[in-house]
């Protein structure tokens, strides 16, 4: 599914992008657009810290996995496959309660430590993905983009384990993601999924805010180990 060519991103008016954007929404596929719809709603869930979260990422993930692969982002169809594991493990993870019927699973800040592991593990996805995505565009994926699937991926690898986790960094990596990724399905023409993109930026920033407000006062300074 592609509709757009590397000369259309060259110098030209608002008027042209507009109209590619137009067309682009209008060829958007049943299974792209339910994709959105329901990564869009995974995402509103796990701002809410609603186990339906995993659920519709599911069935989100699981779609992508197949429409990254037809459309040579191969970096971000090994992320939405990730994506789907972990949804699992998450699903559990969120759905454990105690005695009382409360989550086991409580939001909580990350230490300074955990924060500098999760940079070093960033650039080893990244240079990892990156080398993997260069082979494959010479001998598989011409129309592939390593540098902008890698970051894209490598962002989203950790933030998907974060958020399983219930961590407050989680969502920076997302809005990391989200940014990278709105040109990169554009270019692709995934229209409707760059608008995805942008729709969950916005939740991104406003899902650190709410589980920053969920933490309690006395745990919101990160130890620094």
């Not at 993601?177 to 554009?186: K, M, Q, R, V, W």
């Amino acid at each position: 599914m592609r509709y757009f060519s590397n000369d259309n991103f060259s110098p030209h008016s608002m008027q042209t992008i507009l109209e590619q954007f137009w067309q682009g929404l209008l060829a958007t596929s049943l299974l792209e657009a339910v994709a959105v719809c329901t990564g869009i709603l995974s995402v509103y869930f796990s701002r809410k810290l609603m186990v339906w979260v995993y659920p519709t990422g599911l069935v989100s993930t699981i779609i992508y996995t197949y429409l990254c692969w037809k459309g040579h982002l191969l970096g971000e169809a090994s992320v939405n496959l990730y994506y789907t594991v972990m949804s699992l493990y998450g699903w559990y993870l969120w759905s454990q309660k105690n005695l009382a019927q409360a989550p086991v699973l409580q939001v909580t800040m990350d230490t300074n430590k955990a924060i500098v592991y999760q940079l070093l593990a960033f650039v080893a996805i990244y240079l990892l993905l990156f080398g993997a995505l260069q082979f494959f565009q010479q001998y598989f994926a011409p129309e592939a983009i390593p540098w902008a699937d890698a970051a894209a991926s490598a962002s989203a690898y950790i933030g998907m384990y974060l958020m399983a986790k219930k961590k407050i960094m989680s969502w920076f990596w997302w809005i990391i993601t989200n940014a990278i990724s709105i040109p990169l399905y554009f270019v692709k023409g995934y229209v409707f999924t760059s608008v995805q993109f942008m729709v969950l930026l916005v939740l991104a920033v406003l899902g650190a805010q709410a589980w920053y407000q969920a933490v309690p006062s006395t745990r919101k300074k990160a130890p620094l180990d």
